[in-house]
């Protein structure tokens, strides 16, 4: 597209120009047609016309390439902050399960550490052989000395595909996960003496932000019906207030954002042209 | 001669602008115009239907428990392993997929029971006015997705494997974080199925399928919003429904029937898909339950299911006892860009919604409708 471009056009003009002024030198004829500019707009009487005709394109083009290439760079951006992330599942060694009903056959079950040796077993897993042995060490670990306790440290020594990325990242996961033990050791406990109908345990989605659970994926911070909605009694419906899930089946909508997207890549485009002028 | 070549050539430079001043201008119109208006091939259509459900009929008649993961007379398996939906969201394309996978083996004569491809529901199905997410791995709809497989059938899992395990970009690596985002390249894995050049006879709602297609339904059903009789008949009757939760504090569930108490005991906020399978009554506790399939890995909960208590409103000192508000409808099912009729998208923020059951189970229950094999 560089040939387009409006410097680009100014030199080949000139280039035409020099061209013939050296044939002028072969043909005596073309001797006075040829000698500067003036001629050569002379024989071609509207060249001022195609000139701008050819700028303009050189523009409109020049700017759409760049527009495209800014799209492009565009869409990558969008997507960055929208993933959600979790970590793949991790084993469940059979010792875990063995030494969970060693214990609660023991009848341990108000005991604290029956509860958070028991809430091991829940640590799920995907049989993958590598990381057996570092559950099992953790247990034998924390069979030896209860009272040392379970950290976070030794969490992620079980997961060692964990990417932990600062320091701040690393706080934070460890906050949360350190909520979520404790809450699941309380509510063991009151599943144990029967005041809750369920159990809880540890798995891969322990220290996880509320956005990365695998869910449905909805970015709240991108979104702008986000906000939450003033209860309004009057207006309150149940199924009503969803919209008919009318929709298309034209592959290309798929690769295609909305109407109200593409009026607003549009108009970025018209800025874009307007700066590259 | 030379001179000759070189006012040709500028003269044909001059008509080679002319065209492409003229292509231009056609483009930026076709352009202009799609910008304001629907696409010109789209195509409208929405398999939207209902079906005879008893509202008004006594629970009485129903079995005491339904159980679609295993057929209780020839013991065939009527669904399959649990699967990970990984870092995408794609809740969504799971339950529709199980949904299909579980409805495909009722309703066939040797309850063939197939794998098939959430890949092509993740790649595939467009999500224009963000219903509940942006699509893909940001969220839709199990509507959505039904109404894409009525018209293009889906595929077995081994033609369009699972590749969004750690995201539309599938690039791997990461533990999260805010900051992790801005490292991934965004690779978008695109929608590779061809079309059949032709279309099928048998079915009249079909305009072209898939090639390799192996099932295909006529649409879905939407039962009535928190209507306990209507889910209970339904899930009896017909087979395994989709049902949009809220799956806030389901993170650490491991075993029993799931009764958040306390301050989680509302919760309310819909932002999960799953499958319910099927209902029942815990032996030792005495406690009903629906049973209910995540898409979060056989390791989660009881090998990749959850139970989640059963309330009959009848039972409840008010009907809506167990009912709350979701005041952030956008992540679940309400859409927040929409057409005004006259072809131009606009805004909208859904409002508030009652949601009712636990986890809000009986909020918003979709059923395959016309499940059929391809072939």
């Known amino acids: ?277 | 001669m030379h001179t000759t070549f070189s006012i040709h050539y500028l003269i044909d430079y001059r008509y080679a602008c002319v065209c492409l001043l003229a292509c231009l201008f056609i483009f930026s119109a076709v352009e202009w115009h799609c910008s304001n208006q629907k696409h010109p091939f789209t195509k409208k259509l929405d398999y939207w239907t209902t079906i005879d459900v008893q509202l008004e009929a006594t629970l009485d008649n129903l079995p005491k428990m339904v159980d679609w993961r295993v057929d209780a007379t020839t013991g065939k398996p009527l669904a399959t392993p649990v699967k990970v939906q990984g870092r995408c969201g794609s809740c969504w394309a799971f339950a529709t997929a199980a949904a299909m996978e579980s409805h495909v083996a009722i309703a066939s004569p040797n309850q063939t029971l197939l794998e098939l491809s959430e890949q092509e529901l993740v790649s595939c199905v467009p999500n224009p006015n963000h219903c509940g997410g942006a699509g893909g791995c940001h969220g839709s709809t199990a509507e959505l997705a039904l109404n894409f497989i009525a018209h293009r059938g889906i595929v077995d899992e081994w033609h369009f494997g699972y590749q969004s395990f750690n995201g539309d970009d599938n690039s791997g690596g990461g533990g999260g974080g805010p900051d992790d985002h801005r490292r991934r390249q965004h690779h978008r894995i695109k929608c590779s199925l061809k079309l059949k050049p032709f279309e099928t006879e048998n079915d009249q709602h079909v305009s072209k399928y898939y090639q390799d297609v192996v099932a295909a339904a006529h649409g879905y059903v939407k039962l009535p919003a928190n209507n306990y009789t209507a889910l209970m008949h339904t899930v009896a009757t017909f087979g395994p429904v989709i049902v949009n939760v809220a799956a806030q504090g389901w993170r650490s569930y491991e075993s029993g029937v799931y009764a958040p108490t306390g301050h989680s005991s509302k919760q309310t906020d819909i932002d999960h898909v799953v499958l319910l399978m099927g209902y029942g009554t815990d032996d030792v506790t005495g406690e009903d339950y629906w049973l209910v399939r995540n898409s979060w890995g056989t390791q989660w909960g009881e090998e990749g299911y959850i139970r989640l208590k059963r309330t009959d409103p009848i039972s409840l000192p008010r009907p809506d006892a167990d009912c709350g508000m979701d005041v952030t409808p956008a992540n679940g099912i309400a859409c927040t860009e929409g057409d005004d009729g006259n072809g131009h998208q606009h805004h909208i923020t859904p409002p508030a919604v009652k949601v009712c059951g636990t986890s809000g189970i009986l909020f918003d229950p979709v059923l395959p409708y016309g499940v059929h094999l391809v072939k």
């Open chain 1, 1 to 277: 597209m560089l040939w387009t471009h409006p410097f680009f056009v100014h030199w080949l003009v000139n280039n035409c120009r020099c061209e013939h002024l050296a044939l002028k030198n072969q043909n005596p004829k073309l001797r006075t047609t040829f000698t500067t500019t003036h001629n050569l707009r002379q024989y071609f009487p509207r060249m001022s016309v195609h000139l701008a005709m050819i700028k303009l394109i050189g523009l409109l083009l020049t700017a759409s390439t760049g527009c495209w290439l800014w799209k492009s760079n565009a869409n990558d951006d969008n997507h960055l902050s929208d993933v959600n992330i979790s970590s793949p599942p991790l084993p469940r060694p059979d010792a875990e399960k063995q030494y969970l009903s060693l214990l609660l056959r023991s009848g341990n079950h108000h005991d604290q550490s029956s509860a958070v040796a028991s809430s091991f077993a829940a640590v799920s897993t995907n049989h993958n052989d590598r990381l057996l042995p570092l559950w099992e060490d953790l247990l034998e670990t924390y069979q030896q000395d209860p009272s040392r306790g379970f950290t976070y440290d030794d969490y992620l020594r079980a997961i060692p595909d964990k990417l932990i990325l600062s320091e701040r990242d690393y706080q934070m996961r460890k906050a949360i996960w350190e909520e979520n033990w404790d809450t699941i050791q309380q509510h063991n406990l009151a599943a144990a003496a029967n005041e809750s109908l369920y159990r809880m345990g540890l798995n891969e989605f322990m220290d996880l932000y509320e956005h990365e659970l695998p869910q449905r994926g909805y970015d709240k911070a991108q979104s702008k019906a986000w906000n939450l909605n003033p209860i309004d009694t009057s207006t309150v419906t149940t199924s009503d207030a969803v919209k008919p899930q009318k929709e298309t089946t034209d592959d290309n909508m798929l690769h295609s954002s909305s109407n109200l997207d593409k009026r607003r890549e549009v108009s970025s485009c018209i800025l874009l042209s307007v700066f590259t002028i």
